[in-house]
Antibody, heavy 120, light 110 residues
Framework: QVQLVQSGAEVKKPGASVEVSCKAS????????IHWVRQAPGQRLEWMGW????????QYSQRFRGRVTLTRDTSADTSYMGLSRLTSEDTAVYYC?????????????WGQGTMVTVSS | QSALTQPASVSGSPGQSITISCTGT?????????VSWYQQHPGKAPKLMIF???NRPSGVSNRFSGSKSGNTASLTISGLQAEDEADYYC??????????FGSGTTVTVL
């Protein structure tokens, strides 16, 4: 079945970097753009950016530009979200989501989420 | 990009109808018909309920419907059921190939 499986929980110190992976299965990886969304504890969903799985072209939210890097490995059907210069405000669950082929921010398939905790 | 504005909470009795609003600007909701709605239960990933303003994915109950007028999109849940109690988020495409979520609405079934 179509699914996205994310890497496990991370604990990082302030100032460090983190990378979360998102492995796709059950569909042709290069046909769908992957988006990244985060949710701090008790807070709203926050869109971070997307990466086209065929070309690798990324687009980032202005809020995270300069700190976030989205990449993908087509040989492994896996997308990655890297976030640098972490602070306690980056403590959140990070989700990857597959956009439908029609685009338009239609996210029918989501990963299970990865908890990233930033603490000294 | 500021979050789209949603009411913090909406409540209703079983069987009633409720409507959640999502107000943006002419740079997002007002210009593009790429508005979607997501339901999120505690500790779970979001679930797509409505896309392209008013379309329902396969498997989503027809009790859920969407619409848009000007800079405001709306999600209506009719025949409210206990299982509808959750957080709801709107999402819109914006200029410069980006997206923005709403502030979120907690639906309580009384």
């Amino acid at each position: 079945q179509v699914q996205l499986v994310q890497s496990g929980a991370e604990v990082k110190k302030p100032g460090a970097s983190v990378e979360v992976s998102c492995k796709a299965s059950g569909y042709t990886f290069t046909k769908h753009t992957i988006h990244w969304v985060r949710q701090a504890p008790g807070q709203r969903l926050e869109w971070m950016g997307w990466i086209k799985s065929d070309t690798g072209d990324p687009q980032y939210s202005q809020r995270f530009r300069g700190r976030v890097t989205l990449t993908r490995d087509t040989s492994a059907d896996t997308s990655y979200m890297g976030l640098s210069r972490l602070t306690s405000e980056d403590t959140a669950v990070y989700y990857c989501a597959r956009e439908n082929t029609g685009g338009g921010g239609v996210f029918e398939i989501w990963g299970q989420g990865t908890m990233v905790t930033v603490s000294s | 990009q500021s979050a789209l504005t949603q009411p913090a909470s909406v409540s209703g009795s079983p069987g009633q109808s409720i409507t959640i609003s999502c107000t943006g600007t002419s740079s997002d909701v007002g210009t593009y018909n790429y508005v979607s709605w997501y339901q999120q239960h505690p500790g779970k990933a979001p679930k797509l309920m409505i896309f392209d303003v008013s379309n329902r994915p396969s498997g989503v109950s027809n009790r859920f419907s969407g619409s848009k007028s000007g800079n405001t999109a709306s999600l209506t849940i009719s025949g409210l059921q206990a299982e509808d109690e959750a957080d709801y988020y709107c999402n819109s495409y914006t200029t410069r190939y980006t997206y923005v979520f709403g502030s979120g609405t907690t639906v309580t079934v009384l």
